[in-house]
Antibody, heavy 123, light 103 residues
Framework: QITLKESGPTLVKPTQTLTLTCTFSGFSLSTSGVGVGWIRQPPGKALEWLALIYWDDDKRYSPSLKSRLTITKDTSKNQVVLTMTNMDPVDTATYYC???????????????WGQGTMVTVSS | EIVLTQSPGTLSLSPGERATLSCRASQSVSSSYLAWYQQKPGQAPRLLIYGASSRATGIPDRFSGSGSGTDFTLTISRLEPEDFAVYYCQLGSFGQGTKLEIK
C-alpha cells in the first residue's frame, strides 16, 4: 500500500524560504521510472504543478516557478524535499506530494496523493 | 509551455444524465501523458484516467476518456450522486477545472 504524507511549517513570513518534506512508504524511489511530484492549490483555486523528481534524480520544474524551487530526494529515508524561496502571500496554498508510477509501469500520472498540508504566508 | 483549457467552467446536470467534459491543449500533445482527476471539497485529487483513456485502479466503468492531438474528453455515462465534484485534466500543468454540479 502506497502512502505519502507532507510535513512542514503551517505559517511562513514573506521573503522566507519554505521547506516541505514528503515522507512515503510502499514504494522505492530507486525503482526504474518512479517519480514523486509536488502540486499546490490556493484556497478555492485550481491545482498547480510545481516540481517532479524521478528515480534517476532527473528533476523537472514548473517554468513559471523554476527560479524559486528546488526538489531533492533521500532514497534511504524515503523522503522528497521541496524548497521554495522568497515566499509571498500569493503562495498561500495546500501543498500536496504525489506518486508517479512512470512510463515503465505505463502510467505517467499522479496515482496516489498525500493528504496535503496548508501553508499560509503572512507577516 | 503547453496550456490546457477546460470547458465548460461549470456543468449543471442531474443524476442519471451523461456528462461530457472537454480539455483542449494549446498545441498537439502525446496522449500518453494526459490524465483526468476528480476532486471533492476538502479532499486530495483522485486519479481517474491516465494515458487519455486508461481507467485507474478502482475507477467505475461509467468514467471514460478519449481524444488525441489537442482535444480530449472525459465522459461520465450516467451520473451518480457521488460524481458531483471538480474535474481537472493534466499534462504537466493542470487545466483550470470543470465544476460538475447538481441541477
Amino acid at each position: 500500500q502506497i502512502t505519502l504524507k507532507e510535513s512542514g511549517p503551517t505559517l511562513v513570513k514573506p521573503t522566507q524560504t519554505l521547506t516541505l518534506t514528503c515522507t512515503f512508504s510502499g514504494f522505492s524511489l530507486s525503482t526504474s521510472g518512479v517519480g514523486v511530484g509536488w502540486i499546490r492549490q490556493p484556497p478555492g483555486k485550481a491545482l498547480e504543478w510545481l516540481a517532479l523528481i524521478y528515480w534517476d534524480d532527473d528533476k523537472r520544474y514548473s517554468p513559471s516557478l523554476k527560479s524559486r524551487l528546488t526538489i531533492t530526494k533521500d532514497t534511504s529515508k524515503n523522503q522528497v524535499v521541496l524548497t521554495m524561496t522568497n515566499m509571498d502571500p500569493v503562495d498561500t496554498a495546500t501543498y500536496y506530494c504525489a506518486h508517479r508510477p512512470g512510463a515503465v509501469a505505463g502510467n505517467d500520472a499522479f496515482d496516489i496523493w498525500g493528504q496535503g498540508t496548508m501553508v499560509t504566508v503572512s507577516s | 509551455e503547453i496550456v490546457l483549457t477546460q470547458s465548460p467552467g461549470t456543468l449543471s446536470l442531474s443524476p442519471g444524465e451523461r456528462a461530457t467534459l472537454s480539455c483542449r491543449a494549446s498545441q498537439s500533445v502525446s496522449s500518453s501523458y494526459l490524465a483526468w482527476y476528480q476532486q471533492k471539497p476538502g479532499q486530495a485529487p483522485r486519479l481517474l484516467i491516465y494515458g487519455a483513456s486508461s481507467r485507474a485502479t478502482g475507477i467505475p466503468d461509467r468514467f471514460s476518456g478519449s481524444g488525441s492531438g489537442t482535444d480530449f474528453t472525459l465522459t461520465i455515462s450516467r451520473l451518480e450522486p457521488e460524481d458531483f465534484a471538480v474535474y481537472y485534466c493534466q499534462l504537466g500543468s493542470f487545466g483550470q477545472g470543470t465544476k460538475l454540479e447538481i441541477k
